[in-house]
């Protein structure tokens, strides 16, 4: 099988600063002064592969490195060390925050147009594709309505509408399945499931394992910016659950 992505010995960088100014007082008075900064790791010699077609799940705590990994993979982040290997020929869509890139004064029909061309389709795709979009959504006649006036849980069903039914080559998916209620996250989970069957390669980000377990060929368990361990998603799931204290 091809490979769609590979990181070799992949590092991001941060800088912390040791002081934070809590007025703009302080912020005058430090003009001229060294602040002093700290570097920590977001990813630290992460090298990993996926092949087309794999599942993948990430797991690990808040602050481990799973969604810098997925913004490397995106090209969002460039890492400062190493290497990052993307297959541009594959139509690529990153669920990393829903409605990212949406014009809050635009109707829902005219935000789909708008991130359906970003994302490389032409305006007669996006048009057929619509109504499947709005039934999807359950957005009714608000499609024609400002998404600023939209509820979180609208403008979240409306942008995982657009971007799993134009049927991606890859996705990668960043904790966005609380859209809405359970019945609509149930549809969202079965529409992943058939994207999945499709052959879509896929890379989820979730703190639901049991979710990763039972969709996901191989777990990818980081720490600290560090894989842990990579492999069966049973046995790194046990490995985790049993770390975090977690087994039952």
């Known amino acids: 099988m091809a490979t769609v992505f590979k990181l070799e010995n992949a590092s991001v960088a941060f800088e912390k600063r040791a002081v934070r100014h809590t007025s703009l007082r302080c912020a005058l008075g430090s003009i001229g002064k060294r602040n002093r900064t700290t570097k920590f790791y977001g990813l630290s010699g992460v090298t990993l592969a996926v092949e087309e077609g794999e599942h993948v799940g990430l797991v690990g705590r808040n602050g481990a490195g799973k969604s810098t990994l997925l913004r490397v993979l995106t090209r969002v982040i460039t890492p400062q060390e190493g290497s ?16 990212i890139g949406f014009q809050p004064d635009l109707t829902g029909r005219e935000n789909c147009f708008l991130a359906g061309t970003l ?45 799993t039914d134009v049927e991606p080559e890859v996705l990668l998916v960043d904790e966005v ?28 980000v979730s703190h639901n394992l049991d979710f990763l377990v039972t969709q996901c060929q191989r777990l990818i368990w980081l720490d600290k910016g560090c894989i842990v361990m990579d ?3 049973q046995e790194v799931a046990s490995a985790y659950r049993e770390h975090e204290g977690l087994a039952s």
Not at 138 to 156: Q, R
Request: charged share 25%.
């Open 177 to 204: 399945f609380g859209v809405g209620d359970e019945f609509f996250m149930r549809k969202c989970i079965i529409r992943m499931q058939r994207l999945m069957q499709s052959g879509t390669t896929s890379i989820f």
């Open 231 to 233: 492999g069966d998603p």
């Open 119 to 163: 994302m490389g389709y032409s305006r007669s795709e996006i048009s057929d594709k619509l109504d499947g979009i709005v039934r999807f959504s359950e957005l009714g006649e608000f499609i024609d309505e400002p998404v600023k006036h939209y509820s979180s849980g609208m403008f979240g069903r409306l942008a995982f509408a657009l971007a």
């Open 84 to 99: 990052v290997y993307v297959d541009i020929t594959k139509h690529i869509v990153p669920l990393l925050e829903l409605g």
